[in-house]
């Protein structure tokens, strides 16, 4: 895959392309059956599959208290989308002027003059353009007008819930860690540079790797049972997102007790898969009951992770997604 990063990338323009376009925040399971057809539609007409995405994600120039934490970090968003055996990921910059764009210019000078559009597959309710004034009927007569095809996808649900990058950020804002992964079709995970921390852990018998993850791609606070992948190797460990309220801290903090691992490993970077959440981060009023309590996670976490294993990579990308909608595919948000 090849990857532009402006719109005056020397590779620019293409010729020929199929074109998807979305931010693709995860890429779930339904973004992998949106590049399924893609890829289809090229090998079919002849041409070459092309992902337009922005970066950043639009809310944060548009609105910035609004904007969305992210699935997963853009590295390996499109680490995804080329295993998906996408051609070309345009990964577009978002600016004020972008979202000034009016519509017709999008359409003129950016999916056909830079894109060479010659086939678009879009979501039944995208919009684009300056105050969203472009919508599908608008497409289908730009592409009559300019000689590209249209093609609109429907939702597609699994048990009810149509796939969404929204729907999935939700749970995993609220913890429900093992409920995302059904749809987003393997474990969430985060990683994180290790550095010093107070060694609060260590004095109580439980010590901790405090990480530095990225501060856009967290969870919501409480106590979770996750895999560690830690040199080269898959631990089983407990993990605290959270303000550690029995020692009124105020900053929030990242801790893993890997269990039965006792190694230094302060300035290198640990990757979490999160398998299920087990509690609410709690007050409480000593250090004793606060150890007993993670003696109680701990044994706990070890039950479930006896009988877990994490969808990897390879299999995430072999996943099907087992929901219904005639075939059709899913919004892209």
Known sequence: MKIVRNLEDPLLPLKNTVVTIGNFDGVHLGHREIFRRLVAAARRLGGSSAVLTFVPHPMEVLAPHRAPRLINTYAEKEALIEASHIDFLVCAPFTAETARMPAPRFVEEVLVGKLGLTHLIVGYDYRFGKGREGDIPYLAEKGKEMGFGVEILKPISKGGQIYSSTFIRKLIAEGKVAE?????????????????????????????ANLIPDPKILPGPGVYAVKV???????????????????????????????DFAETIYGEKVRLFFVDRLRDETHFP??????????????????????SRIIEYREYLEAGDGASGEGNSHERD
């Open 286 to 307: 000593s250090r004793e009951e606060l150890r007993a309590a993670i003696g109680q996670d701990v044994e706990q976490a070890r039950r479930i992770l006896k009988t």
């Open 180 to 208: 995302a992964i059904p749809f987003l079709g393997r474990n969430f995970k985060l990683e994180g540079w290790v550095r010093p921390g107070f060694r609060r852990g260590r004095m109580i018998g439980y010590p901790t």
């Open 229 to 259: 992948r830690c040199r080269g190797q898959i631990r089983d460990g407990v993990l605290n997102i959270g303000y550690n309220p029995t020692f009124s801290q105020n900053e929030l903090s990242v801790e893993v007790h890997i269990l």
